[in-house]
């Protein structure tokens, strides 16, 4: 239903676009998130929109660096990753939460995944 694309390996300080689509869902009626996961790690937040797209909101360690966005006529939502670090090296997943139900930054409130893109940043 959520489909992640876009990840790959590149060199610290190289950009990448992550894409999320989805497949049998309208996307205006979701908040966006991006979640991550590196080996031995919880899932961590990343970033979040509003199903405008006007208010996106950032994790402290991403802030300044990724950009979300998302299309709703195309029903796909965008991450923009730029001075990647390895830090960033991880799992990105995609996935969609009720706007009523608010904001959150806990991927346990999110029951809709995709199945992950690989993101791997070399020094």
């Known amino acids: 239903q959520l489909i992640e694309s876009g990840g790959g390996t590149v060199q610290a300080g190289a950009s990448l676009r992550l894409s999320c689509a989805a497949s049998?869902?309208?996307?205006?009626?979701?908040?966006l998130a991006w979640f991550r996961q590196a080996p031995g790690k919880e899932r961590e937040f990343v970033a979040t929109?509003?199903?405008?797209?006007?208010?996106?909101y950032y994790a402290d360690s991403v802030n300044g660096r990724f950009t979300i966005a998302r299309d709703n006529a195309k029903n796909t939502g965008h991450l923009q990753m730029n001075a990647l670090k390895p830090e960033d090296t991880a799992v990105y997943y995609c996935?969609?939460?009720?706007?009523?139900?608010?904001?959150?930054?806990?991927?346990?409130?999110?029951?809709?995944w995709g199945q992950g893109t690989q993101v791997t940043v070399s020094s």
């Open positions: 049998t869902r309208t996307l205006s009626d979701f908040a």
């Open positions: 929109i509003n199903w405008s797209g006007s208010y996106p």
């Open positions: 996935s969609v939460r009720r706007s009523y139900l608010g904001f959150s930054g806990r991927s346990s409130d999110y029951k809709i």
